[in-house]
Structure formats: C-alpha cells, structure tokens
C-alpha cells in the first residue's frame, strides 16, 4: 500500500496531493528574525556567565540607569540636554587618565602619579606656550612626550630595579608635582588663549545635526561589521559564534543608544569635539588591548607573570610599556583639564582627580587583581562618578555627601570584582 501511494502521487505534490511548501529564494526556507534557539542559547549564555561570575559591565550599566532614574525624580534638570551635554564634556579630562589607569590596572599594578603628571603637563604647555612663545601644537607635543617619559620612568625603576609600583608612582606624585610648582614659578597660575588649539578641544562643537547623526550611524556600521567578520572567523575555527540575528539585535541596541545620544546633543549645540575624540580614543586603544598582540600580552602578564615569562613574552618590555600608555593619557587628560579651564594653575592635577580616575577604571568593571577590564570601564566609570557630581550641583548638595557616595560605589564595585574573581575560581575560569 505504501509503495503504491508513492507511485501513484503526482510529481511535485506529496503522498497525500498536497503542494509542498515553497523553498524561499536561494533554495532556503524563510524562518523568523530571531529564532527560539537563538534566544535560548543566548539567555542559557547569559544565565552560564552569572554563574561563573562573567559579569562584565552589566553592573556597571544597570547601575548607571538606575542613578539616572532616581537622580531625574529629584530633578528634572538632571536628563536636560544642556546638562547631558556639559557631562559628556566634563567626563572628557579625567576619563582620558582612567584609560590609562586600566593598562596599569590590568598588569595588577598601580599608578599613582597621574595627576601631578596631568598637572606638569598643563603646566609645561602654558609657560611654553604663553611664556616661551612656542607654537601651540609644538607645546602640546613636548607636553604628551613629558608625559610618556615619565612613564618610561616609572616602568623602568618598577620592571628592570624591581621597586614596588606603588612606591616607585608615589614618589612621582610628589616628584612631579614639584617639577609642576618648579616650572610655574612665582605667578602660579597662567592663563591660556581662548581662542587657540588647546582651548578648542573642549569649547568646539560641531553644530550641524548631520555631524551627530551620521557618525552615530558610521559607528554602529562599524560595530556590526566588526562582530560580524569576528563571529565568522570564529565560526571558520570551530569556535562558538554569535548567529546573525544575535548580531543584528546587539547592533540594534547600539543604533538606539548611539541615535538617541546624538538626538539629546543637537537639542544643545551639537556633538562636542571633546567626546568625539574621547569616544576614538576608547575605541583605539580597545581595539589595541583586544586585537593586536600587544593586548594579549598585557591579558596575559595580568594573568601570570610566570606563565607569561614562559609563553616567550618579554615581561620587562609589557611592563615598561603599560606605565608609558598611562604617562602618555595622562598628560593628554591634563591638557584636555587645562583647556576645560582655560589656564594652568598650583592646584592643576591636584585634589580628587587621582582618586576619581582610579575609581573610574574600578567601578567601570576593571579589576584591581589584574587580567580583566577594558578601556570602556573607563568611560562607564566616569558618566557614574561625573553623574553623582553633577546631580549634586543641581541639587545644591555639600561636596562632602558627593565623596560619601562616590566612596560608596567604589566600595560596592570592589565587593563586585572580588566575589565575581571568587566564583571564578570556584568554576576553574580566574
């Protein structure tokens, strides 16, 4: 009877004289956008990295929105685009430092000295700038330079003479921050030109509305781009990808997120040029810690320094390298701090700007036990610890309950970072 049902059908229709459903174009069947497996997969991934304590920045993120949630309830200036805008240009200065922080931070090493070498940097700008009459782009050269060499310092003394980071950066701190007193003299504060290079970088913005929305738009292209050719190369070794649609929502997420921020800084005065170069900078320098050799060596020195040596990697080299990345951001972070204020003074890279940016590395997801963090924590950390400061201001707080509650996100990020490195030991992953 079977065979006989087979035979007798009729070509093109099954055994039963329906019409076979039609194969979509190119020989394959149309499924849905987001298939259930790839939901599954993804929330079963999700649910596996909580375990294992893969957090990565969701704490900081979740954190962030529900800062700005109740810091909007309490004012409802806080989300006005003139505000959102002067915090996208106030993170600028101290985020660049962080960033640098986080190369340090990722050896399991520290530094200290950031700030006074932001502040020698602004310092030697302005005297040669305003003083010596240098051209404005050779000043800011000599300044980045100051910068990288007292960062080759600091790794030499630490890698090649073996001297504790802490000790050899906190004898920069004061070093340096004599050298910046030393080279002010007696004026002790030297205003720069508002209208010149330096001072642009905070005060320039691109008005057009097309600027914002197009470089919003070319950055989630690269985005997707970007994930995609990894989740190929990754799918062509035998490794676990990302399917297609998972992509498409990420990069989705990443188009609101990136529309919606250029959106909110044209209702001001546009994209700041600051934010826009801090924004390539997080971007350059991540592509150079995830990309590149280098990166992986600094992965891996934050791993084991034994394991490392072993691995044919030259431990003293990574080192050196990792204090001169933060001495370079640093004199960048102190000229971007110098143009916010147009002028270089005694207090330049003093107070809290050393604190903040430790924090900011710290509470954006960077671990203090090396080997995990990125240069976003840098970014992330800085809107947390820039949007307490800035609702404080609005809310007329006393600074003193600002430093309470900026200690107690600091605190809380910490307790993060140490039970996510427990439970990955636990699980065999730290």
Sequence with gaps: MRRETFRNAEPGRTSDGAAPPKPAEGGRRRGPLVRREDVGRAVGDFRRRLRDGELGSLPVVLGLVLIWIIFQSLNEN????????????DIVGTGLIAVGIVFVLLIGEIDLSVGSLSGLAAALFAVLNVHRG???????????????AAGAVHGFFFAKIGVPSFVVTLAG?????GLMLYVLGESGTISIDDDGLVAGLTSFYFANAAVAYGLALLGTAAFFLASYRDSRRRKAGGMESRSLSQLGFRTGVIAVVALAAAYVLNQFQGLPLALLIFLLVVVGLDYLLRRTRYGRQVFALGGGVEAARRAGISVVAVRISVFMVSGTMAAIGGLFLASRITSASQTSGSGILLM????????GGTSLFGGRGTTWSALLGMLVIQSIASAMALMGVPAAVQFMITGGVLLVAVVIDSLSRRSQEAHGRA
């Excluded at 404005?136 to 000599?142: S, Y």
């Excluded at 903040?356 to 509470?363: E, F, Q, S």
């Design 78 to 89: 806080f989300l006005s685009p003139r505000n959102l805008s002067n915090l996208s240009v």
């Design 134 to 148: 240098m051209p404005e782009w050779l000043a800011v050269i000599l300044a980045v330079l100051s910068g990288t």
């Design 173 to 177: 701190l004061l070093g340096w921050n």
């Design 356 to 363: 903040n940016a430790i924090a900011a590395a710290v509470i």
